[in-house]
Nanobody, 121 residues
Framework: QVQLVESGGGLVQAGGSLRLSCAAS????????MGWYRQSPGKERELVAR???????IYADSVKDRFTISRDTTKRTMHLQMNILRPEDTAVYYC???????????????WGQGTQVTVSS
């Protein structure tokens, strides 16, 4: 069974930094798209940053020049470096990967359980 596990969330003051990590485990043949989303209370889940299938990176306008998404060469671990954090960045952050479990299977989306990021003013 595929699992995505996030880590690195916590409480930080405005202007500070956090580094989130996402580790995928289980039977994985191939990984395609990968990304980070977040959800604040009362709001819909929104894209923070992601890799396209071509390896390009896409960022939400609100986090450009502050957040950096990265991954290892195996595409089993992904990170989100968050700098100059603001109170409005407070949310539960989720990682997601598009994973094919077998060589003849299909890609399906998998999500982590989420990690809380709280930025105090």
């Amino acid at each position: 069974q595929v699992q995505l596990v996030e880590s690195g969330g916590g409480l930080v003051q405005a202007g500070g930094s956090l580094r989130l990590s996402c580790a995928a485990s289980g039977g994985i043949f191939s990984v395609n798209n990968m990304g980070w989303y977040r959800q604040s209370p009362g709001k819909e889940r929104e894209l923070v940053a992601r890799f396209t299938s071509d390896g390009e990176t896409i960022y939400a306008d609100s986090v450009k020049d502050r957040f950096t998404i990265s991954r290892d060469t195996t595409k089993r671990t992904m990170h989100l470096q968050m700098n100059i954090l603001r109170p409005e960045d407070t949310a539960v952050y989720y990682c997601t990967m598009e994973i094919k479990r077998f060589w003849n299977g299909y890609f399906n989306d998998y999500w982590g359980q989420g990690t809380q990021v709280t930025v105090s003013s």
